[in-house]
């Protein structure tokens, strides 16, 4: 029997076409392989330099060393009571515990081992002398990879530290470790392909929150005592209430991202910001007064030169303080509620005054303004990262949409008008987002407030429901379209109360959405809570300030309780 030319021709092409494809996976999955292994010689060599500094200094005690919060630290190192190398090894010795725990860092900067030893040497002493920092996997350092998860992006060291990772080295910091992250960074979990999940520290059952998760999960855990994230739709407020520590996002353009790698590159719609992580309120002020110098001012001019207001910082004057307990989109949880609810008691009997706020239009806020300022270009310059990887994002929905043909974006677009394909319609767009901007200012001026206390998501979700929930960043992603700085504290624990009510929990639109946000914050007593507090653009010190006020009235409280 004589097979047709044309047929045989068919079927050597496909052939050839899932050869081509078995072997370009097998090459991706080569290069997967060479990095986990990468990953896994960074962790060997954490364990013998602190084997060998153990052996070198067997009386050298480390637990009381790590139990020093960060001020204190700093000061010992400035005044030559604790060597820089002690605390270091400490460090690295933690780090390497959680990484083993948690799954939350990618790579080992073992150059830090060097500038250790320089520091020593130096006469010149900055703000963050010998204090070792982790670096979210993001954020540029000279020599390694800035992955985001992507396949693609291994074994392209940057070529140079990013703005912000220059300073902290000029003030004496030690960046010692690259922290985890997830694929593309548009995600609130903490997974890619290349590094696997990252878990949360406190219960590993949980996610880390995301995208600065490995951050979250390392200095929730011990493993950092100070540690840079990035910030667009709450990659930094996320892991730091998930992980129960202290979180700021500046506004935009407060610190440096020259040399920070972009989830989204391009859009102006959802403003991305870089910010430290911490374990309380003083040591983020200590890491803005350190990042808020000439050297930043210098090394990026479209950083405004705005040195750190310790005036406002160190105020005490009483504060006018809005306040809301919902936004109306996303129910909150019962322990979010209380924490909201508790904080505001808090400030009014210390002296403060708590005004109502009233939200409105968070669903016109998220959908039109973020997803379509995010995605303007029906979401195909960040389809095309996606390209040529294994896997696809963990981001349900959203990348479905993304990926799904002109005709049906059409189709639903009447539900949220989440695409935008014209450049007037990008115009228009920015419009409508600089006058809700000075609409919700002529609206806390109205109420003459100083600073917002807000609700934060949580307590953490289970792993794997931040993917099915893209809706629930409304919270967080409200003060990226602002342009606000928003802090993050924690403040409380779930309680077995606030289990028992949860169980009554339904939602605003009693959709699946809803019924799975109900399922993920089951079986969360002893887990932290957290709070948002809001300041207006640039004021990021008064922001701090206020952080600071509820950390201590909160510790107070649980203090006595």
Not at 503 to 527: E, I
Request: with cysteine.
């Amino acid at each position: 029997m004589r097979v047709p030319l044309p047929a045989l021709l068919c079927c050597s092409a496909a052939s050839l076409l899932l050869l081509l494809r078995w072997r370009r996976r097998r090459g991706l999955w080569k290069k997967v392989k060479q990095a986990q292994q990468r990953q896994e010689r960074s962790l060997v060599q954490m364990q013998m330099a602190v084997q060998r500094f153990r052996e070198q200094h067997p009386s050298v005690k480390m637990v009381p060393i790590l139990s020093l919060p960060l001020p204190e630290l700093s000061k010992k190192l400035r005044d030559g009571s604790l060597p820089p190398d002690h605390v270091f090894y400490a460090y690295v010795g933690k780090a390497l515990q959680m990484a083993t725990e948690t799954n939350c860092i990618t790579e080992y900067l073992q150059e830090s081992e060097t500038q250790i030893q320089k520091a020593k040497l130096t006469e010149k002493l900055g703000l963050l002398y010998g204090v070792p920092v982790s670096i979210k996997d993001s954020i540029n350092c000279q020599g390694h990879d800035s992955t985001l998860g992507f396949i693609k992006n291994l074994n392209k060291p940057a070529a140079e530290d990013s703005v912000v990772v220059q300073v902290l080295r000029r003030q004496g910091a030690i960046p010692f470790v690259k922290t985890n992250v997830p694929q593309s960074l548009i995600s609130y979990d903490c997974k890619n392909l290349i590094f696997g999940q990252t878990f949360n520290p406190l219960l590993y059952t949980r996610s880390p929150g995301g995208s600065s998760g490995g951050e979250g999960a390392l200095i929730g855990g011990g493993g950092s005592i100070l540690g840079l994230g990035t910030d667009v739709g709450g990659s930094l407020r996320f892991p730091a209430a998930f992980c129960g520590i202290c979180g700021l996002k500046p506004t935009g353009n407060r610190l440096s991202k020259k040399g920070v790698v972009a989830g989204v590159l391009g859009q102006k719609a959802v403003v991305a910001a870089v910010g430290p992580m911490a374990k309380d309120v003083e040591s983020l002020a200590l890491c803005m007064r350190a990042l808020l110098c000439e050297d930043m001012f210098h090394l990026d001019s479209t950083v405004p030169p705005l040195p750190f207001n310790e005036e406002v910082y160190s105020s005490t004057q009483l504060l006018r303080i809005g306040y809301y307990e919902t936004d109306f989109f996303t129910m909150p949880s019962p322990a979010m509620r209380r924490a909201v609810r508790e904080v505001k008691e808090l400030l009014e009997d210390a002296g403060h005054t708590l005004v109502p706020f009233e939200l409105t239009n968070v669903d016109r806020v998220i959908f039109n303004f973020c997803i379509r300022g995010m995605f303007a270009d029906g979401g195909s310059s960040f389809l095309r990262k996606f390209k040529g990887e294994l896997e696809n994002s963990s981001m349900g929905l959203l990348f479905w949409l993304l990926r799904s043909p002109g005709w049906l974006k059409t189709a639903l677009s009447w539900i949220a008008k989440p695409f935008v394909s014209t450049v007037d319609e990008v115009w228009s767009l920015h419009c409508e987002i600089e006058e809700f901007c000075h609409q919700f200012i002529a609206q806390w001026k109205k109420l003459n407030l100083d600073v917002m206390l807000c609700p934060m998501l949580g307590p953490a979700l289970g792993i794997g429901y931040p993917g099915k929930l893209s809706v629930a960043v409304s919270y967080t992603m409200l003060y990226n379209a602002l342009d606000f700085p928003a802090g993050v504290v924690p403040v409380t624990l779930v309680t077995d109360e606030d289990e028992e009510e949860l169980k009554g929990y339904q939602g605003y639109f009693r959709d699946w959405w809803d019924r799975t946000l109900a399922k993920a914050f089951r079986g969360s007593v002893g887990m932290p809570v957290a709070v948002q507090c809001v300041a207006l653009p640039w004021q990021e010190e008064l922001c701090l300030r206020f952080m600071k006020e509820v950390e201590t009235l909160s510790l107070k409280k649980n203090m006595i309780v």
